[in-house]
């Protein structure tokens, strides 16, 4: 996913629709769900979202985790401290803020490097006919 602007219509409705998440009022459901999303950037094959229902609050599974994962590669891509990000979330409801926090601070390194390997991925696919002589 790549870098959005904060003050871009798509983090805003990623932030809108992370602060419903607080309506679930199950700590273990938000922390999972966020967990869930980084998964789907670190290893996108192995998550398993069986163990959710398919509409969480209203929104879709698939939304939700969409949400998250925006505001975390996001994060990642603007290299946005603990602190940073925690001050970006300040319209998300407590509950899920610090959750998201936690968890970013939590797999920061394992994000970082997911994302450098696929944008490597990437480039390696351009260069591979590069003329390098020239």
Known sequence: MA?????????KDAVATCSLIASCKDKDM????IHTSC???VRPKVVDTTVFPL????????????????????AIARDLSAKKLSEELADVPPVVATELV??????RHE???????SVAAISEM???DFDWSI
């Open 30 to 33: 938000i922390l999972n769900l």
């Open 55 to 74: 509409f969480v609050v209203g929104k879709s599974l698939n939304s939700i985790l969409g949400a998250i994962e925006c505001i975390v590669c996001d």
């Open 111 to 117: 994000l970082v490097l997911s994302r450098s390997e």
């Open 39 to 41: 998964d789907r950037v």
């Open 102 to 107: 936690k968890v970013y601070q939590m797999r």
């Open 3 to 11: 870098s959005l602007v904060p003050q871009s219509e798509r983090y």
């Open 126 to 128: 351009f260069l591979k």
